[in-house]
């Protein structure tokens, strides 16, 4: 698994359960392939219900401007 894997992991393991499931709904909503729009729609949506979690905005500005090879 990549490093940013990995911190993203480390991220969501600090969120409340009761975020959780909603965090995983929008990142799986967004995760369609050819749909870069609505991925990154889908990555602001988390950043909102994740702004409480120190240095989440870095890793999902990471997510979002990353080469997916």
């Known amino acids: ?3 940013l894997r990995e911190e993203l992991h ?3 393991d600090q969120l409340p ?3 959780l499931a909603p965090v995983l709904a929008l990142v799986r909503e967004g995760a ?3 749909r870069r ?3 990154v ?3 602001e949506r988390v950043r909102e219900r994740m702004r409480d979690v120190p ?4 890793e999902l500005d990471r ?3 990353g080469s997916r090879g």
């Open 1 to 3: 698994m990549s490093a």
């Open 10 to 12: 480390h991220l969501v």
């Open 17 to 19: 359960d009761e975020r």
């Open 32 to 34: 369609r392939p050819g």
């Open 37 to 39: 729009a609505a991925a």
């Open 41 to 43: 729609a889908a990555l």
């Open 55 to 58: 240095g989440v905005d870095e």
């Open 63 to 65: 997510l979002r401007d």
